[in-house]
């Protein structure tokens, strides 16, 4: 099997902690567009709410709708603006995507990689590792 197939399995950054509190400091520096990162907590809404959003730059868009036929990244910009209150990421801005363990994010970034995104990053330690392990769910 080659390499170079169209369904080879795109190239996602993995990063830790301290990476990603770097590119939230780039981001609350810089702001998004001079950053050149959109940080996407792919949990759903209610484990948010367990633990708290992983800083105030982190948009959420729940994996079920990025993964659905017609997914977010899918959209256009107007609409996917409308329906998830945020900028649409554009295809050269990194997308740094997490969840609760590293999995879905992973599962996140095929799925943006469908779409046209190719840098991407996911932050492989998730809430578990940034809120220090929260048990219970």
């Given at each position: ?111 943006a990689s469908l779409n ?22």
């Amino acid at each position: 099997m080659s390499s170079s197939s169209s369904s080879a399995t795109p190239n996602i950054q993995q990063i830790q902690k301290s990476q990603l509190e770097d590119i939230i400091e780039q981001i609350r520096t810089n702001g998004r567009e001079e950053s050149g990162y959109v940080i996407i907590d792919v949990r759903n809404v209610d484990e948010i709410r367990m633990t708290g959003k992983l800083d105030e730059c982190v948009e959420t868009l729940p994996l079920p709708f990025i993964a659905a036929e017609g997914g977010a990244f899918s959209l256009e910009p107007e609409e996917f603006e409308e329906k998830f209150g945020f900028v649409k990421p554009s295809p050269d801005e990194t997308l740094v995507l997490s969840c609760k363990a590293g999995i879905r994010s992973m599962h996140a970034a095929y799925f943006a990689s469908l779409n046209g995104y190719t840098q991407l990053v996911n932050y492989s330690g998730g809430a578990d590792d940034w809120f220090g392990g929260v048990q219970g769910w």
